[in-house]
């Protein structure tokens, strides 16, 4: 359970299967309807909805090495909505990426209980994943890069360069396919490791700092062409990150996770509408959830 509790956040319980309790930032007058709500529902505010994408209970990971133990991630409850935008912050060493990778199956959890799209094993194409450094083959050109997961997979060439040139159109590289990945700029190869981890239409985006090796300037536009990009695709996406005002920017939910061991310390709504303009950065409501969640952080450090 989440430790905060104020007038300001309300519980909410959805009716899937699994109960998904998260906790949510409101205004005063928001808090007033919803307590309105609760006492005519009995006490919890309940919305029909689609099983969730993703389901962890309780899921721990301890890493055991010959310098000691590491509990990694501990008691993790987390549903994420299919089509959601999830990002992930905290200090450094609180698990993020161990969070990602084991949602990712790139680690095992030690414990608990992981489901993505109604199963507990990882299938074949159901995700992409996407790192802070693109990680592309210097020696392929950028089309072969984007449609590598297809050769992978032994689809012919032609097919192969269709699809290449159609991700390049929409993460915007079109004119660039022919190029090898040190003729771009940092932005565009981050691009081209974007279209690499859709090209195969994933159910869910795994993104690990993806913007962190860019120059802010650049990053505000990747945010941008980020948020595009998902809207276009609408893939469930969870996407690590350091920067608060990136993490809220593009999440309709904000993870703030604590260390030793890496637990989820609260959840935070953020409700702007979309598309979401670079000026929304600049206003009230979007400083203060990154004044609140910057305190939170301060706390935990
Ligand atoms: N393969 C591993 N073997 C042993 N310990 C590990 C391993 N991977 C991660 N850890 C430990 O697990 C903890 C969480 O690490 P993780 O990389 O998930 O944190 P993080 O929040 O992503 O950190 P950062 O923001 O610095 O990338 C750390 O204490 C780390 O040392």
Redesign the pocket.
């Known amino acids: 359970m989440p430790p905060e509790r104020s007038a300001f956040w309300a519980r909410n319980r959805t009716t899937t299967s699994i109960p998904t309790l998260s906790w949510k930032r409101l205004s005063v007058s928001e808090f007033a309807t919803r307590r309105n709500e609760r006492q005519a529902s009995g006490g919890w505010i309940v919305a029909a909805k689609q099983p969730p994408k993703i389901v962890l209970r309780d899921v721990e990971?301890v890493?055991k090495?010959s310098s000691g133990t590491?509990n990694?991630?501990s008691g993790i409850n987390l549903s994420i909505e299919e089509g959601e935008f999830v990002s992930l912050l905290?200090?450094?060493?609180?698990?993020?990426?161990?969070?990602?990778?084991t949602i990712g199956g790139l680690?095992t959890h030690t414990s608990g209980f992981m489901e993505i799209g109604g199963k507990s094993e990882h299938r074949e194409g159901v995700l992409g994943i996407a790192f802070q450094d693109a990680n592309l083959f210097p020696w392929l050109r950028i089309e072969d890069n984007i449609a590598l997961p297809l050769r992978l997979s032994g689809v012919g060439k032609t097919e192969r360069r269709a699809k290449a040139a159609e991700l390049a159109g929409l993460v915007g590289l079109t004119g660039f396919e022919k190029r090898y990945p040190r003729e771009l700029s940092g932005g565009m190869r981050q691009r081209a490791a974007i279209a690499r981890a859709l090209i195969r239409k994933p159910e869910v985006l795994l993104m690990?700092?993806p913007f962190g090796a860019l120059d802010a300037m650049t990053r505000d536009d990747m945010n941008l062409e980020m948020q595009r990009i998902w809207l276009e695709r609408r893939c469930t996406t969870v996407m690590?990150t350091?920067s608060i005002s990136e993490a809220v920017f593009l999440g309709d939910r904000v993870v703030l996770?604590s260390?030793?061991p890496?637990k989820i310390d609260v959840i935070v709504d953020v409700r702007f509408p979309r598309p979401r303009p670079v000026s929304l950065q600049s206003t009230s409501e979007f400083q203060e959830i990154v004044r609140y969640l910057r305190q939170k952080l301060g706390e935990i450090h």
Not at 90 to 101: A, E, I, M, N, V
Request: hydrophobic share 25%; aromatic share 4%.
């Open positions: 990971k890493f090495t590491t990694a991630l905290g200090p450094s060493g609180c698990g993020k990426t161990t969070l990602l990778r680690e690990d700092e690590v350091h996770m260390p030793r890496g």
